[in-house]
């Protein structure tokens, strides 16, 4: 994989991926529902809120540890969503020791590509959080794979930073199985937090830099379509993105 460039015409590209996200969108409101959504690798579908969620506190930064496939797609997804303030790729599951690209990409470090997201509880909740990522971030009936990539790497997985997140998620993929809302079981794995680690700054903003490349535009783009279509009132047009200096 290639570093990324400089971001010269950053407002440029930006301008151009927010049309072929409007245009996305509108072809995916075409076939909302349960149908798949057109050029994406994974179907998407508005699931019911969570019937148990966490009780904001006076915080206004609290953490969700996400992994759903690759991280690139993921970040991008949660970059638009309103009350998320940093969104940052890298991986969760594993050692330290292990936590780079080359190594996990080998599935045998216990790490699973994934996304840290800081967010404003009092704005949107781990919950809602969570309705999105089981809505159009991946599909949480793959086991170890999503779309075009295998391997336990890009596993569906949660890792709670608090008890109440863990409640909350337990509860929440025991009330999508009881509704049958997915054609298959949920293969979602609630695991321990051992820590998060950064991925190389290379794989940060990757959606936003590089959105012309074939596997953003064919597995990631229809992502962010599909916030845009399945949740208008969370989503923001103007992504917040990944600043090294905020880790």
């Known amino acids: 994989m290639n570093p990324i460039p400089t971001r010269d015409a950053a407002a440029r590209r930006r301008a151009a991926m927010l049309r072929r996200i409007g245009a996305i969108a509108v072809a995916a409101a075409a076939v909302f529902g349960y149908q798949r959504i057109v050029n994406s690798a994974e179907p998407m579908r508005t699931v019911p809120a969570p019937t148990l969620d966490e ?21 991008g997804v949660f970059e638009h969503v309103k009350g998320v303030k940093q969104v940052t790729a890298g991986y ?8 780079h690209y080359a190594l996990v990409g080998s599935g045998l470090t216990g790490h699973a590509e994934s996304v840290r997201i800081v967010y404003d509880p009092t704005q949107v909740t781990y919950g809602r959080l969570l309705q999105v990522f089981f809505s159009v971030a991946h599909d949480p009936t793959e086991l170890n ?6 391997g336990s790497q890009y596993r569906s997985a949660i890792f709670p930073t608090t008890a109440q997140q863990r409640a909350v998620a337990t509860a929440y993929i025991a009330q999508l199985g009881s509704a049958h809302v997915f054609p298959a079981p949920v293969v979602t794995r609630v695991e321990a937090y051992k820590g998060f680690y950064p991925a190389e700054a290379y794989h940060q903003n990757y959606l936003e830099l590089h959105p012309d490349a ?8 229809p992502k962010v379509a599909g916030l845009k279509a399945h949740f208008p009132a ?14």
């Open 55 to 75: 009780t904001p506190g006076v915080s206004h930064d609290e953490t969700a540890v996400l992994a759903g496939g690759c991280f690139w797609g993921v970040q």
């Open 234 to 247: 969370l989503y923001r047009a103007d992504p917040v993105l990944w600043r090294e200096a905020r880790l």
């Open 92 to 99: 969760a599951g594993g050692a330290s020791e292990t936590a």
């Open 214 to 221: 074939p596997y953003i535009a064919l597995n990631d783009l």
């Open 145 to 150: 794979r999503q779309g075009p990539d295998e």
